[in-house]
């Protein structure tokens, strides 16, 4: 019996209704994991693994991917130590270094130090075109032959 209602059954009726909830989101987690093991969907818990490659392996998958890329030209040197990707290297573009990371991330570098460097005119050109409030791709409809 409750201290607030002494001759009242609620507080035993509320308990009984925290234990109704409680068996009710038990019952229906266990029904949803045996839904889903009998689609064949592995237990949430259960996480996929990346298999490990060696350092050689993923200097060549970042430095192909550079290949593949715009980036290629810029000839970045690479160096891969216990997973971690170092790029050194000057570029032109400003883009391309946030691409490089990008690139050597998706290629299986657990952490990458971008030491590229953006030369000044790029960075000068990049801040113009922020100064103008629009990206260099975009133009403006007055701009635009009709």
């Known amino acids: ?6 001759n009242s059954h609620y507080s035993l009726w509320r308990l009984e209704v925290h234990a109704r909830h409680r ?13 889903a093991q009998q689609r064949g ?26 290949a593949q890329s715009k980036s290629g030209s810029d000839k970045f040197t ?3 130590q216990g997973g971690v990707a170092t790029l050194e ?3 032109e ?9 990008r690139m050597a991330k998706t290629a299986g570098a657990k952490q ?3 030491k590229i460097e953006v030369s000044q005119t790029a960075r000068q050109k990049a801040s113009d075109n922020l100064a ?15």
């Open 1 to 6: 019996m409750s201290k607030l209602y002494p």
């Open 23 to 35: 068996f009710i989101a038990l019952l229906l987690t266990a029904l949803a994991t045996l839904a």
């Open 41 to 66: 969907v592995p237990p949430k818990k259960a996480v996929a693994v990346k298999p490990q490659i060696s350092d050689v392996e993923l200097e060549k998958a970042i430095r192909a991917r550079f």
């Open 78 to 80: 690479v160096r891969v």
């Open 89 to 91: 290297g000057k570029t």
């Open 93 to 101: 573009v400003v883009q391309r270094k946030g691409a490089a990371t």
């Open 112 to 114: 990458v130090m971008n």
């Open 132 to 146: 103008q409030g629009r990206r260099r791709a975009q133009v403006k409809r007055s701009d635009a032959v009709r």
